[in-house]
């Protein structure tokens, strides 16, 4: 029976190679993300100029804040393709809010409100209507876009209210104000995945939700709240997408930002079908992205070619994924 | 006998990690022979057929067919020597059609490459026939209940003319009279030189149809010998190397107060007038076969399933549950069936399997005490022992028995008072049974109010107080733990005795 036993009660003990395929899996985007480093600071010198690196973390900062949001969902095992129309639609309105009332805080309430109202009502549709999210944000991301558009009467919408720009423009130590809000909101996601029990039962529902519901587990809520979280995030990115140029475009705001956002998370190693991913994972997942972007700009790779090149990363990354 | 056993493997040894699962194990089928594999979870038995089948490699020893060795490379070796395998979890492709799932890899076709779909149908209707059922062979496999789902795949090794079948567990999803059918058409099998080797853990089972038996324990050969004439409780010693009781647990004592009374509770289609009371220290059982509705009748009383009508009562108080979290505060616990679907959460930990229905008990302000979680866990560790050395890791890497355990544990730090089991023996070894057995009644000695689900009737006779037994969505009789025997448990459980309700 002894070795029955070993073999069913101590697996963590087995063997070295089960270690480092361990150590592999749970860190394998940090790796990847240093391997990438070393490459590109040997590449090319100026990419470790600081002024470029910040220039990085800005870049990087409107698409990771909704890609925390696409990972909460990700695991939750759903996808969100509304972001980007949902982006535009939101700063779209909160410009209108914020002329006709002339205060900043009205217009930055009115974004996240209304990027929490499509959540919700992605949320409603997937828990309640039983809709496959695939589908239902697909037609999230159709109908927000034609609203945006409709009320921009396709065009931009400009901000008249002095002040408003400094949400994005301003700088704090060497910081510019979207990386800190980035940070900040990373920071507020990793504790609610990882320390309230919200995050626990979005695992759960992920990996199990039958099992999720008959733990006494209100999945229909956590899904609802899942959405209203992404959505509630990508208001936040709305404001500093329509700070940073004081307007926002109805038709190409926000354009193939759900994609980078699932890039991101999926480089960031969660599993597209929910209850396995990190935070932290996104999070450099996030950076690879915007240091392949970097690299590609400093050296005067077409701008054409550079989706070539995004694309051969995310596929190379799940296939390492995938040897798990 | 001159001649060669159709299969004999010599010296098969076999590791997994450095940790061998079998040791020097010798395994001789003659044609046309029954031969029972027997053996607890983990025993190797399924290892040793995976070798037999070319899914593994033997690290040592060979495997003779007919006399002349053949190395099982790979599946496709083994079944063209005339080996098939029928797997306890079946190979079936819901949205093909049953001829289609019949001939998958193997289908008839014209000079041209156009499916010959008639003379497919025309074969696949014989060969079911010859098995004594008649299906369509027109109709989508997922329309079918499981028991045809596993006739058909049986179908299907006759079809490619196998002259040895592996059945691991073929019985399991089978209703009795289905039973009765497969055994009738494995001995005409028999007759026609088609060897089997058998594997089950029920042993009336195997005594009623199989030649010789043969027993591993710990990857190990144990003895193999003529099934005839041998005892039951021998062959369970020689799988568990000690004597396991059959007797019953349950002693009559005094029960507490009505935990829960359920009144004419119905679902169309499901069931019907179901009404039983549970009291506090009682272990109520209910019993039936595949499709008598218990399963459902307990997913609904614990709120998973929402439309049904009649009223529960939770000590005295008329309850509406219509979502577990309902159930969960009127303070039922639900242990399901199928484990790994229903119940564990396998990329979650041990620990926060254990948590996942609590979480308030390991909060402050909101955020969730890891030391707290960590220590709970440690006293369910101790309380229902449960083996694992380090809790962080994740569920599915325990034996089935300790993720019981664990779920257990769920349920008792929620607080639960009554505690619903659904087929809790479910892939669990014969020891780590006894232990779950001598667990529930712990637990009902605590005063805990449990009722058990289980298709094994010696199950619930074992330890039961009371047993219910359902056909078709209604409870056709209902026995006293003590005056309870199978036989008769098995007539209203198929239906073949109905009385109104003995009330008692």
């Known amino acids: 029976m002894a070795n029955i036993d070993a073999k069913e009660y101590s697996p963590e003990s087995s063997s070295m190679k089960s270690r480092l395929s361990w150590l592999w899996s749970e860190y394998s985007v940090i ?95 997937v828990a309640k209507g039983r809709i496959a999210s695939f589908i239902a944000t697909l037609g999230m991301m159709a109908g927000a876009r034609s609203i945006a558009l409709y009320i921009a009467e396709g065009g931009s919408v400009s901000g008249e209210v002095s002040g408003f720009t400094a949400i994005a423009n301003s700088d704090f130590w060497i910081f510019d104000f979207p990386v800190i809000i980035f940070f900040a ?40 709240g899942v959405y209203t979280l992404i959505g509630t995030l990508v208001g936040v990115a709305a404001v500093i997408e329509t700070s940073r140029l004081n307007s926002i475009s109805s038709s190409s705001s926000g354009a193939q930002y759900e994609l980078d956002a699932i890039a991101a998370v999926i480089i960031g190693g969660t599993r597209m079908t929910g209850g396995r991913g990190k935070i932290i994972g996104t999070i450099f997942g996030i950076l690879i992205l915007g240091i392949l972007n970097n690299m590609m700009n400093l050296m005067n790779v077409s701008p054409h070619l550079q989706g070539f090149v995004k694309g051969l990363i995310i596929i190379i990354a799940v296939v390492f994924q995938k040897r798990e | 006998m001159t001649s060669h056993p159709f299969v004999a493997m010599n010296n098969i040894g076999k590791s997994f990690n450095g940790v061998p699962v079998l040791k020097n194990v010798n395994l001789e089928v003659e044609k046309g022979e029954i031969h029972a594999l027997l053996g607890e979870n983990g025993a190797g ?14 690290d040592s020893g060979q495997i003779f067919v007919k006399g002349e060795e053949v190395a099982m490379t790979s599946p496709h070796v083994s079944q063209a020597q005339g080996i098939s395998f029928i797997h306890q979890e079946l190979n079936m492709v819901g949205d093909l059609r049953v001829y289609e799932n019949m001939f998958l890899g193997s289908e008839i076709r014209n000079r041209i490459g156009i499916l010959n779909v008639e003379e497919m149908c025309r074969q696949t209707h014989k060969i079911l026939a010859e098995l004594g059922v008649t299906i369509n062979p027109k109709e989508y496999v997922r329309n079918l209940a499981t028991s045809y789902k596993q006739l058909i795949e049986i179908s299907k090794a006759l079809l490619h003319k196998s002259q040895l079948i592996i059945m691991d567990e073929p019985t399991t999803s089978l209703a009795e009279h289905e039973v ?95 009404n039983f009371t549970v009291q506090k220290g009682q272990i109520v059982g209910f019993t039936g076969l595949a499709g008598d509705g218990r399963t459902e009748l307990f997913e609904s009383l614990f709120g998973y399933r929402k439309k ?15 979502h577990p979290r309902k159930a969960l505060k009127a303070g039922l616990g639900y242990v399901p069936k199928d484990r790994k679907e229903n119940a564990i959460i396998k990329d979650l930990s041990v620990i926060h399997n254990m948590s996942l229905s609590s979480m308030g008990n390991f909060e402050r302000m909101g955020f969730i005490q890891d030391k707290k979680e960590q220590q709970k866990f440690n006293d369910y560790k101790k309380l ?121």
């Open chain 1, 31 to 125: 790796i990847a993300f240093v391997i990438i480093y070393i490459a590109a600071s040997a590449m090319n010198p100026r990419f470790l100029d600081l002024n470029n690196q910040l220039n990085i973390l800005m870049q990087v900062s409107i698409i990771g804040i909704i890609a925390l949001g696409m990972t909460v969902v990700m695991l939750s095992g759903g996808i969100d393709l509304s972001v980007g129309s949902v982006l535009a639609l939101a700063g779209v309105v909160s410009v209108l809010a914020l002329n006709a009332s002339g205060s900043i805080l009205i217009g930055v309430f009115t974004a996240l409100l209304v990027g929490a109202f499509a959540g919700f009502l992605n949320g409603l549709m």
């Open chain 1, 185 to 224: 909101m990373a920071v507020l996601i990793y504790v609610l995945m990882h320390k309230t029990r919200f995050g626990r039962y979005v695992y759960a529902l992920g990996s199990n939700e039958k099992a999720a519901m008959l733990s006494a587990i209100r999945v229909d809520r956590i899904k609802i």
């Open chain 2, 45 to 58: 038995k399924s290892t040793l057929m995976n070798i037999l089948g070319g899914v593994h490699q033997p």
């Open chain 2, 180 to 274: 009765s059918r497969l055994f009738e058409l494995m001995r005409n099998l028999k007759k026609s030189g088609v060897s089997i080797i058998y594997i089950s853990h029920k042993l009336k089972e195997i005594q009623e149809v199989c030649d010789r038996y043969t027993v591993l324990r710990d990857g190990q050969l144990v003895k193999t010998d003529v099934m005839q004439n041998e005892n039951l409780e021998v062959i369970t010693k020689l799988m568990v190397g000690k004597s396991i009781s059959q007797e019953r647990y349950v002693h009559e004592h005094s029960f507490g107060d009505l935990a829960l009374e359920v009144e004419g509770l119905s679902s169309t289609g499901l069931f019907k007038g179901i």
């Open chain 2, 308 to 322: 049904y009508a009649g009223t529960v009562k939770v000590k005295g108080k008329v309850v509406k549950i219509n």
């Open chain 2, 384 to 504: 229902l022992n449960i083996k694992v050395h380090n809790p962080r890791i994740t569920i599915d890497k325990l034996s089935g028995g300790n993720q019981q355990k664990v779920i257990i544990a769920k349920w008792l730090e929620a607080e639960t008072d009554i505690l619903i089991f659904d087929n809790p023996t479910q892939g669990i070894d014969v020891g780590a049974k006894q232990e779950i057995y001598q667990q529930i009644l712990a637990l009902a000695k605590l005063g805990k109010a449990i009722i058990i689900l289980s298709s094994e009737a010696p199950e619930v006779m074992r330890i039961c107080h009371n047993i219910h037994v359902m056909y078709h969505g209604e409870i056709t009789a209902r026995f006293t733990g003590d005056e309870a025997n199978e036989e008769e448990i098995m007539h209203y459980a198929t239906g073949a005795k109905k009385e109104g309700e003995k009330i008692g």
